[in-house]
């Protein structure tokens, strides 16, 4: 049996993948930006806030998002504490990670086991919490 030809994939396909999803990245935050989702009703709607009427731990996300846009980072914490918390996170490890390629030090793993863990742990956490009584500063 003859085998197929080897296809090589061509070197330009990440790099064109990456700037068709940061086009579609800052498209995305420039509708955001200008159509606020506390009153434009065309955003998406959380099922699971509509079903049970508690919050997830992404309600809020959109909204701390407009609100990081417009410079209001208290606003954004009340919105969503745990979005803020991952981004600042996901920032430091990715300037953590372009220090170790600048030094030429071998790639790691963007994410460990153990961070993965822990991120459901928060995550599950953040969502029973926001929900409490005595939390509702959590909630957006």
């Known amino acids: 049996m003859i085998a197929p030809p080897r296809l090589n994939r061509s070197s330009a396909l ?3 993948a990456a700037i068709i999803l940061g086009v579609a990245l800052v498209m995305g935050l420039a509708v ?15 099922l699971f806030h509509q079903w049970t009427g508690w919050n997830c731990p992404g309600c809020g996300g959109t909204r701390a998002t407009y609100a990081l846009l ?3 980072f208290v606003k954004a914490f009340h919105d969503n504490a745990l979005f803020l918390f991952c981004l600042a996170f996901g920032a430091g490890r ?3 990670m372009g220090i170790g390629k600048l030094r030429h030090q071998p790639p790691v793993p963007w994410w460990s086991t153990w961070m993965l863990w822990s991120l459901l742990v928060l995550t599950l956490g ?3 919490i926001r929900n409490l009584p005595g939390f ?5």
């Open 14 to 16: 990440p790099w064109m």
């Open 32 to 46: 955001l930006f200008f159509f606020n989702p506390s009153t434009n009703g065309f955003y998406p709607v959380c």
């Open 70 to 72: 417009h410079g209001r």
């Open 94 to 96: 990715a300037v953590w």
């Open 126 to 128: 953040f969502g029973v």
């Open 136 to 140: 509702g500063w959590l909630s957006p």
